[in-house]
Every structure is written in structure tokens, then in C-alpha cells.
């Protein structure tokens, strides 16, 4: 069921080499993962693999977009975010035209374990003040994301997924970049989620509307800037807010909502997400235990409306 | 302007001076690493690069990377003799609403290319413009000008082993190898040596000079344009605070802006050399 987005986007990534002559493609290491390789195969003179090097391929790549290219890299989202001080100052600060691509987010990457999954990486890029931020959910959204980014000009950084998610858009979707995208209505409580755990949101909403919970569900994939009106705006009409996401609670997300709402609109509000370190597991196994699939989302949800 | 060996030293003592009045109105910044490195950058921006107000936004300019983004006022003081900037405009360094940061930012004035002074970072960006040229088949140089100290530093290792393996002969590196670091000695510290063995092992074409020799920067920069699949490296001996004799110091003078009456005696002393 489903696709990657980080098949959407070495797919779309691929398509765009064709139109889009100034892109060229870094990746350290990992582009049978990462996907790069879709593109690397089509245009190899615009592929530069550069080893198990981070820190090189950022500046490097920021050396490039500073003579007009635009360049995308790739690496697991926490080896490449890691490397933060060279992204704030080589890409952040000297306003570089990069697209940084963190790849295999979250706990859901499953038994490699802690050390590959990335769960602290919207945090970090969100404090630079010019740091474009998109998670998509799914694969259209995936695809119409790395379109944009291909016409963007400014440091940005695409979240995707190892794993499969299933569709939460059908063909008739329109990606627009600082927009939240409402799935659902609803008027009892808000919803803001992102990214991989989309879909189960969604299920988790299907289950407590038969418990008389009419949840509205709405996708922040764009993380940064953050649609502010539209956050404040649901806030608002229905007085509770809930965050989900397969990232710290810290920072992320759940962060951003809750600076915003603290600031222009104080709200009853729960966080879902990460709290602890990650550890190995099946990526279902891993859902559930940590409540990020659709059950414990619902329970998430369930607990807070009791109270809240 | 005359780019003779004698006018270029001239020239470089002369803008001794402007680093001094420069830092002095400031009130801070790093005199010693901005000493050290303007002969340097006299012979590489003035003469190789060719630096001027109209081609410092040519696509396919000569670049210059400084990466020691802390020596920045000799920058500063290049740029201004090359006609970039207006000469008045130094004093107005560090100060708030000034194009001139405290280190390089490309995106507040771009002439100094990158943005740098988070030590060891301005290879690879050097490295990225360099491979950028050759994919777009335009003929520039990239010079990078390292400080010792952050030789230190993985990132720039990195580079060295990745412009190597991608034969990036466009790309020039200057060591402005000073001797010095805020902490102490360099080779007390963290020791580069021996390094020349260690670059070549590392597929660089290498020279090593005296760094305050004029001929002689300009006779190994010009041996570093030959295109022959290996990126070049220029170990540049020089002194920490050159051409001021109690500023000739490794570490004292680090990042510690003259007084009122230093700067007068160090602009007084420059003087007698350019007399």
C-alpha cells in the first residue's frame, strides 16, 4: 500500500533533471536509499557522490548554488541535519539556493535502531529564520513538494519517509507551499499532523467519530513558515488542539503550534510524538508501542478530550 | 594600477595601515591573522584574481574564499584598493547597518563570495564553486585562503581528500600558516606537521613559500594555474602580526584591537617602511 516519499521524490526528482538544467544532486553514500539515484542514473554529469562526508557535501553544495546551480542532497535526515553548525552557516546564513533532503524520519524506520532515525531534525532547522520546512504525507504531495522546491530559490529542507504511506490526496490535490491542508472537518477539537503519521490520524479520527468525537483533521506540511491564520483560525473554532508527528514533541511540530498558540491564541492542547529516544523494532511494532499508530493516536486523543 | 613586486609591497604595507585604523576604530577584531594575511591577498586578488568593480559579479570572475574568515579586514582593505568599495567605507567595519561584518557574509556583501568565521568550512564551498566552473565549462580559478588553526578541523580533511579524488585543479589553497592560535602555538596545540608529506599523500599539488615574499606568492600562484588533474595547495610560511614588531606575536595579538596609542605606534612604524 502506498509509496515512500522518498520514491515519490527520487521519481519526481529524476523527471524534473530534464526541464531543470541547473540541478545537480550530492548525496554521501546512501543514494540506493535516499533515492538520488533515480537521478543519478539519468544524469550522471549532474550527480555528485560524496562519500561519507557530510560536512563537505553541505558546503560544497552551497559553493554550487552560490554559482547558480541548484542543488539537492541527500543523506539520511539525521546524519545531514547533524551536521547543523555547516547547514546554519554554509546554506542558512549565506542564503545557498539548497535543498537539503532528510530521508528515513522517524521511529518508522524500524530495526536499524536509533542511530539512523532522525527525531530531532525539524527542530534544529526550524530556528534558522530562513529555512523552508516541508514534510509531505504522501506520494502526490511528495511529488508536488519536490516540483516547487525545484522552482524555489532559498534554503529548504524536505523530510520524507522510509517507509510506505498510503494516499490521504486523490489526483484533484494542489500542493500549496505555507498553506495548511484541512482533511477533514470537524468542530470538537483540531488535529495538526505531518508527515508519516498522516494517515493514521485520519484512521484514529474515522475511529472516535464513532465514539461521537467529530475531529478536524488538518496536514501542516508545511512545518516553515507555518500558516499561522489557518493554525490560530482552528484554534479558535473549536478550542482544543492536538499535534502528531513522528518527531520529539520538543520542537517540532507540537512545538511550533504551541509557540504560535501561546502567543496569539492560548488553547487547551496535547502533543503527541516522541519523548524518548527511539529504539529497534518492526515499524509497526514501533507505532504501537510508542502510540503513533492509529489506536494509540485515538487513545492519545480519547485521554485528552476526557479531560481537556 | 601597477602590479609590480615593489608596488605590491608597497601597496601592502600601505593597507597594514588600514587594518590598524580599521581594527583600532572598531575597537576589535583580529589584527594578527589580518597582518599575516595581506600579502597574500594583495598578489592573489590584486594580480591573479584581478579583482575590480566590474567584474565582481562576472559569472566567470576568479573567486577567492576566505575561509580564515576572521582575517577579514585584509579583505576589506583588498577590496577597497581594487575600487569595490569606497576606501572611507572600512572605518565603518563591525559597526551596525555596515556591509563590512565582523566575518565575511556573502549575503550583506557579496564580494566576499562566502560566508565564513566558523572555522573550516570555506573548502568545501571553494571546492563546490570550483566543480561549479567545470560544469558549466567556464574557465575560473577558486583560491582559498585556510588558516592554520582550523586545519585542524575534520571538515577541511574532507575536503582535501574529496577536491583530490575529483581532480579539482581549478581550485588554488593558500595556507596563511601563521604559527599561532588563540590558545598558543599551533604545533603545540593540535601539530600540523609534517604537512607538506601529508598533502602530497593526499594528491595536492604542493608549494611551500615564504608568505611575505611578494615574487614569490606571485611565482606560486602563477605555477597553480597549470590544469593537470591535481587541486594545488601553497603552504604560505608567514608571522602572526607582520610588519608591526610588538605585534609579531603568536598569540598576544590574536584578536585584541590596538589602543590609541598602539595604533599610533603601529601606524607610525608602518610608516618607516613605506617611507
Not at chain 1, 31 to 48: C, D, G, I, N, V
Request: charged share 20%; net charge negative.
Amino acid at each position: 500500500m502506498g509509496k515512500a516519499t522518498r520514491v515519490s521524490f527520487g521519481e519526481q526528482l529524476a523527471e524534473l533533471g530534464a526541464t531543470h538544467p541547473s540541478i545537480v544532486v550530492f548525496d554521501a553514500d546512501l543514494s540506493k536509499s535516499t533515492q538520488s539515484q533515480l537521478f543519478a542514473a539519468r544524469y550522471p554529469e549532474r550527480f555528485f557522490e560524496m562519500g561519507i562526508q557530510e560536512h563537505n557535501m553541505i558546503g560544497a553544495a552551497a559553493g554550487m548554488a552560490l554559482c547558480g546551480k541548484t542543488p539537492f542532497i541527500c543523506s539520511f535526515s539525521t546524519f545531514v541535519v547533524g551536521r547543523f553548525e555547516v547547514i546554519r552557516m554554509s546554506v542558512g546564513y549565506s542564503e545557498a539556493n539548497v535543498t537539503i533532503v532528510g530521508t528515513h524520519c522517524g521511529v518508522a524506520i524500524g530495526e536499524d535502531g536509533y542511530s539512523q532515525m532522525a527525531l530531532e531534525d525539524i527542530a534544529l532547522m526550524r530556528t534558522l529564520p530562513n529555512m523552508a520546512i516541508i514534510q509531505p504525507a504522501d506520494d502526490r504531495e511528495a511529488r508536488a513538494a519536490v516540483r516547487f522546491l525545484a522552482d524555489y530559490h532559498g534554503p529548504a529542507f524536505l523530510r520524507l519517509t522510509r517507509q510506505n504511506v498510503a494516499d490521504v490526496h486523490d489526483d484533484s490535490y494542489e500542493f500549496h507551499f505555507g498553506k495548511a491542508d484541512v482533511l477533514r472537518d470537524g468542530a470538537d477539537a483540531v488535529v495538526f499532523c505531518t508527515g508519516g503519521v498522516v494517515h493514521g490520524t485520519l484512521l484514529a479520527a474515522d475511529m472516535l467519530a464513532q465514539e461521537g468525537v467529530d475531529l478536524r483533521v488538518v496536514n501542516i506540511h508545511t512545518i516553515a513558515p507555518l500558516d499561522v491564520e489557518a493554525v490560530v483560525k482552528a484554534a479558535r473554532e473549536t478550542g482544543r488542539v492536538i499535534t502528531v508527528e513522528d518527531h520529539s514533541i520538543v520542537g517540532g511540530l507540537g512545538g511550533a503550534i504551541a509557540e504560535t498558540l501561546a502567543e496569539h491564541q492560548p488553547t487547551r492542547m496535547k502533543r503527541i510524538g516522541m519523548t524518548t529516544y527511539g529504539r529497534s523494532g518492526s515499524p509497526t511494532g514501533l507505532y504501537e508501542h510508542f502510540g503513533l499508530d492509529a489506536h494509540g493516536i485515538a487513545r492519545g486523543i480519547r485521554e485528552f478530550m476526557a479531560h481537556a | 594600477m601597477d602590479l609590480s613586486t615593489s608596488a605590491m609591497q608597497r601597496a601592502a604595507n600601505e593597507m597594514r595601515v588600514d587594518i590598524i585604523q580599521m581594527l583600532h576604530a572598531a575597537g576589535s577584531g583580529h589584527p594578527g591573522g589580518s597582518l599575516s594575511l595581506i600579502d597574500i591577498l594583495t598578489v592573489a586578488v590584486l594580480k591573479h584574481i584581478g579583482r575590480n568593480a566590474d567584474n565582481v559579479d562576472a559569472p566567470d570572475r576568479h573567486r577567492l574564499v576566505l575561509s580564515k574568515g576572521h582575517g577579514v579586514p585584509a579583505l576589506y582593505a583588498v577590496l577597497a584598493r581594487a575600487g569595490v568599495i569606497p576606501h572611507e567605507e572600512l572605518l565603518s567595519l563591525r559597526t551596525l547597518g555596515s556591509r563590512l561584518q565582523g566575518h565575511p557574509h556573502n549575503a550583506t556583501f557579496p564580494a566576499v563570495e562566502a560566508s565564513t568565521g566558523s572555522l573550516g568550512q570555506g573548502l568545501s564551498i571553494a571546492q563546490g564553486m570550483a566543480m561549479a566552473a567545470k560544469l558549466d565549462a567556464l574557465d575560473y580559478n577558486v583560491y582559498c585562503v585556510l588558516g592554520d588553526g582550523e586545519m585542524q578541523e575534520g571538515q577541511v580533511w574532507e575536503a582535501l581528500l574529496s577536491a583530490a579524488m575529483y581532480k579539482v585543479d581549478n581550485l588554488i589553497v593558500i595556507l596563511d600558516y601563521n604559527k599561532g592560535q588563540i590558545d598558543g602555538p599551533t604545533n603545540e596545540i593540535i601539530n600540523l606537521e609534517p604537512l607538506a608529506d601529508k598533502l602530497r599523500a593526499f594528491n595536492w599539488e604542493v608549494q611551500e613559500i615564504d608568505g611575505h615574499d611578494i615574487a614569490a606568492i606571485d611565482e606560486a600562484l602563477t605555477e597553480a594555474r597549470k590544469r593537470e588533474g591535481k587541486p594545488h595547495f601553497i603552504i604560505a610560511h608567514t608571522v602572526k602580526g607582520k610588519g608591526v614588531s610588538f605585534m609579531e606575536h603568536p598569540t598576544e595579538w590574536h584578536g585584541k584591537a590596538p589602543g590609541d596609542a598602539e595604533a599610533r605606534a603601529a601606524i607610525d612604524e608602518l610608516h618607516t617602511l613605506l617611507a
